[in-house]
Nanobody, 127 residues
């Protein structure tokens, strides 16, 4: 089992920044890829970004490329999502998730490929 807890969400104006954190406990965190997803009201949960177990490879959905940066600190069992130049369309509940199979490539973008999920953190961007 892997337990994930997100934090860092909040209310920010257009153009502002937030840094989300995903703290993990349980299985050896450094063996698993981590993804960030988001879900806006009335919409399906969508992929945002993912990072490999070492942090050496990352992937982003097109709408956040150049604005969001994913990183991880395995010594702290934490993955981060730095979000800059935020837009109202970034408003959503953000979730982190762990791929339950160790050291898997390629990085997954489908929610069904992730086995463990956090409870989510709300990000609201005002116009």
């Amino acid at each position: 089992q892997v337990q994930l807890v997100e934090s860092g969400g909040g209310l920010v104006q257009t153009g502002g920044s937030l840094r989300l954190s995903c703290a993990a406990s349980g299985r050896t965190f450094s063996n698993y890829a981590i993804g960030w997803f988001r879900q806006a009201p009335g919409k399906e949960r969508e992929f945002v970004s993912a990072i490999t177990w070492t942090g050496g490879i990352s992937y982003y959905t097109d709408s956040v490329k150049g604005r969001f940066t994913i990183s991880r600190d395995n010594s702290k069992n934490t993955v981060y999502l730095q979000m800059n130049s935020l837009k109202p369309e970034d408003t959503a509940v953000y979730y982190c998730a762990a791929d339950g199979r160790p050291r898997q490539l390629p990085l997954k973008t489908d929610t069904s490929r992730y086995d463990y999920w956090g409870q989510g953190t709300q990000v609201t961007v005002s116009s």
